[in-house]
């Protein structure tokens, strides 16, 4: 079990953590008795809340720039500090390559990568003035390893931010540590938009060598500990999260005549 006296008020802000995995992230961190913030476009109907702790929310369209300062200059005029950053918002419906607008694209890319770069930057003027420096997670996703049909421009943005990642933890260190967490398929409350009923869910679970996708608490408790004492050490890396990952389509292949 971990020591939650190491982890005791500091201040995470996580982006999108008002639903999804934003919303798991955030409650694992109030669970450990972090003071946490969460921004989004519109407040939700509920905010996270776990260990008898409840998140703040600030309104922010981290798209927006100008937006992404106002940010993190309240947060460090309200509470002084800020301890942690999971870049988390993000995502892209479906499109085809072919046929997507510019405009669609160059949407896809600004969120997804454009913006937590603007993030991590404004934070980062804010850590490096703190004693303790901080700790900037980017939420990456296994689209920026492989192949991401249908999601090409959000799969480039995504091998962008492992790249960012790398260089970051150069530039800002020692101070700031700069660290990845990249998952594959997460089963959330928008899972049915993407694999269908309960049986199409299982499905694409059954391909997983885990025999199932992850859900919200495995990224949660990934990030936790990339974020905490114990990973001090860790800085320009990024940590897979994949059950396994996908099995070669030649094993399915090869066997198709048996």
């Known amino acids: 079990m971990a020591d939650t006296d190491k982890y005791k008020q500091r201040l995470v802000l996580i982006t999108g953590g008002t639903k999804g995995i934003g919303r798991g992230i955030a409650e694992a961190f109030l669970a450990m008795h972090d ?31 100008e937006a992404v300062k106002a940010l993190i200059t309240t947060i460090g005029e309200r509470y002084g500090r800020l301890d942690v950053l ?23 890319i600004k969120l997804n990568l454009l913006a937590p ?50 260089s970051l933890a150069v530039e800002w260190a020692p101070k700031v540590r ?8 997460v089963q959330t409350e928008q899972s049915h938009l993407h694999y269908g009923n309960e049986a199409g869910i299982a499905a694409v679970g059954a391909t997983i060598p885990a025999g199932r996708m992850a859900v919200p608490a495995d990224i949660a408790n990934a990030c936790l500990f990339v974020a905490s004492p114990q990973a001090a050490y860790m800085s320009g890396a990024n940590l897979l999260l994949h ?13 198709a005549g048996a």
Not at 88 to 104: L, V
């Open 86 to 108: 999971i870049n988390n918002a993000g995502g892209s419906p479906s499109a085809d390559a072919a046929t997507a607008s510019p405009r669609f694209h160059e949407s896809v």
């Open 178 to 185: 700069v660290v990845a967490v990249s998952p594959g398929l």
């Open 35 to 65: 003071n946490v913030i969460v921004c989004a476009r519109t407040s939700p109907d509920t905010l996270p809340a776990a260990g008898g702790r409840t998140a703040s929310f600030i309104a922010c369209d981290v798209k927006d720039p």
């Open 117 to 166: 770069l603007n993030l991590a930057q404004a934070a980062n003027a804010l850590m490096q003035q703190q004693p303790d420096g901080g700790v900037i997670v980017f939420v990456g996703s296994i689209s920026g390893l492989r192949p991401s049909p249908g999601t090409a421009a959000y799969g480039a943005a995504k091998a962008g931010v492992l790249s960012l990642v790398t």
């Open 243 to 255: 059950g396994g990952g996908e099995k070669p389509a030649f094993l399915v292949a090869a066997n």
